[in-house]
């Protein structure tokens, strides 16, 4: 697939890659909540409401992407979380 989005003109010099491996979780922050707290954050730091090049709506998304698909293992069996968010 990755080079379809080269194909199409999407995959550029500038394009970041971003990998997560997380342990240990802490299973229940509220997803509204983290999502505010992100944005509020990135507002107060943001350079025309950008960081690094990257804009708070595409870090924001970005996020919710990864709260939305959160899996993880246990006792050798796949769950994804449905309620709340990873910490």
């Known amino acids: 697939q990755i080079e379809n989005y080269r194909n ?3 995959l ?3 394009t970041l ?3 997560f491996d997380i342990t240990n979780l802490y299973t229940m922050i509220p997803r509204h909540g983290a999502i505010a707290a992100l944005q509020k954050f990135l507002s107060k730091h943001a350079d025309n409401r950008r960081i690094h090049g990257m804009t708070i709506d595409t870090i924001t998304r970005l996020a919710r992407l990864v709260l939305d698909t959160n899996c993880f ?3 050798n069996k796949y769950y994804q979380q449905i309620r709340g968010g990873a910490m």
């Open 12 to 14: 550029l010099p500038t």
């Open 17 to 19: 890659f971003v990998t």
């Open 8 to 10: 199409s003109g999407r």
């Open 73 to 75: 293992v246990y006792n």
